[in-house]
Each structure stands twice: as structure tokens, then as C-alpha cells.
């Protein structure tokens, strides 16, 4: 009999996450490479990509698409007017999706869910639009629900994707200043009634200042309980 494989979600730093899934598909959230002070270079990690998902068009979440996608010729997921931006660059198998839609690839199923966030694209020193910023919930055939919030402030209706979607796995972002610092993580955390949380974009600059062990400290005096992961760049999760 064949070993099942279990789900496995190695965070790449900051936002850049690889998730690959028990059936071997290999997704890579917010790719940012090249110029990532947290990125660890030595993980060969993204040896293969079959599904790359965009939260929104900044430069260090989308700083190493442009090289991933042309070497891996992956599909490509992100809201309409950042595909058509990606598609600009040259780069094949795009999908241009919206908030509330879902996207069938394989052994997942992609749920695009809003953010509260900006969203642009860099180009010759203007920024051009590229639509909202939107989070991703992903179901996986044979593994938990996984819930990547992109950049995002706490949202109210983070109620709705935790009743309606009901994440087990969640990466919020903790760092503050650009994003939701813990004390609004700790609330989301709450809300999404995910069993993980997985902190993601901390620690990439000072300004980032959120750490895992703040978000602790607020969900105990919230009395809240989910686990709460304490990894660094390369690790990987498996629940």
C-alpha cells in the first residue's frame, strides 16, 4: 500500500509561502525572491511550481512572479486587472478572477476573498492600478482548509469567510504598520475560527515589529486557543 502524504506549507519569508499538497501539486503564494531579506536562499524550495496565487500587486508579493512563472509555466491566479498586468509582462496561463469567485485547479479548489489593503504594480517609476487586494482560501482534496489573508487590516466580514469557507489553517499576517498588527490577528484569528495560525509577514523590516509571541499574549487575554506556530524562513508546517 502506498504511504499517504500529508500536507506540507514551508514559509519562504515574509508573505512567500510553498504549499504542496498530498496529491504533489506545488503552490506558491506571493512569490517576492530577488531583494527579500528573508527569502532563504539555500531552501531550494521552488524547484517546481504548478499553481501561483497573487494577493495584490506590490513588489514584495509579486517580486519574483515575472521569473517563477516564465521558468515554470505555472497557472497563474490573481484578481482580473493584476492578471492582465502579468499578462503585460509576457506571462503565459493567467486566470483574471474577482472576489467571490472560485477556480478549480486539480486537487484544489481557490476561493478569492477581499482584503483591506492597496494594490499597485511599479512600472517605470509610476504605479499602475491593479484592482483590489484579495486573500485565498484553499481547499485541498485529503488536507485541512487553508487560508492565506494576503496583506490585510482586520476585516468584519473575516465572520462570513469563517462561517461559510471554515479555514482550519490560517496565515495572517501579524507585522503591523503596513498590515494588521497581533491585536488585530488575534480578533481575526477569532473570528476565522481556524484550529493553526500561521504568522506570516513580520520581521522582513523593523518597522514589522509583530511577533508570534504578541499574538499569543493576545488571544490568552482574548481566551482564545488556537496554536500558534513558531517557525522562521524555510521551515515547514505539516499538520
Known amino acids: 500500500m502506498a504511504e499517504k502524504k500529508s500536507l506540507e506549507i514551508t514559509w519562504l519569508g515574509h508573505a512567500t509561502v510553498k504549499v504542496l499538497t498530498p496529491a504533489g501539486t506545488t503552490i506558491v503564494i506571493d512569490p517576492w525572491l530577488e531583494g527579500n531579506p528573508a ?50 509582462k509576457g506571462i503565459e ?17 481557490i476561493h478569492m476573498t477581499e482584503a483591506r489593503h ?22 485541498i482534496e485529503n488536507a485541512p482548509t487553508v487560508y492565506h489573508a494576503g496583506d490585510t487590516a482586520l476585516f468584519y466580514d473575516m465572520k462570513i469567510i469563517g462561517e461559510f469557507l471554515k479555514p482550519q489553517i490560517a496565515m495572517l499576517p501579524i507585522g503591523d504598520f503596513y498590515t494588521m498588527g497581533p491585536r488585530q490577528a488575534a ?47 524555510g521551515d515547514t508546517y505539516t499538520p
Open 118 to 139: 492597496s494594490s499597485g504594480v511599479e512600472h517605470e517609476g509610476k504605479f499602475l492600478y491593479a484592482g483590489e487586494a484579495a486573500g485565498f482560501v484553499v481547499e
Open 39 to 88: 527569502y532563504p536562499v539555500d531552501s531550494g524550495a521552488l524547484d517546481r511550481v504548478d499553481l501561483m496565487l497573487l494577493t495584490h500587486g506590490h513588489g514584495d508579493h509579486i517580486g519574483g512572479a515575472e521569473s517563477l512563472a516564465k521558468k515554470h509555466k505555472p497557472t497563474v491566479v490573481a484578481i482580473f486587472e493584476l492578471a492582465g498586468l502579468m499578462v503585460g
Open 93 to 109: 496561463n493567467t486566470v483574471g478572477m474577482n472576489i467571490g469567485g472560485t477556480y478549480k485547479f486539480r486537487d484544489v479548489t
Open 187 to 233: 480578533v481575526a484569528a477569532e473570528w476565522l475560527g481556524a484550529k493553526v495560525i500561521l504568522p506570516i509577514h513580520f520581521g522582513t523590516f523593523p518597522a514589522l515589529h509583530g511577533r508570534p509571541e504578541h499574538l499569543r499574549a493576545e488571544l490568552k487575554a482574548r481566551g482564545a486557543a488556537p496554536e500558534i506556530i513558531d517557525w522562521k524562513p
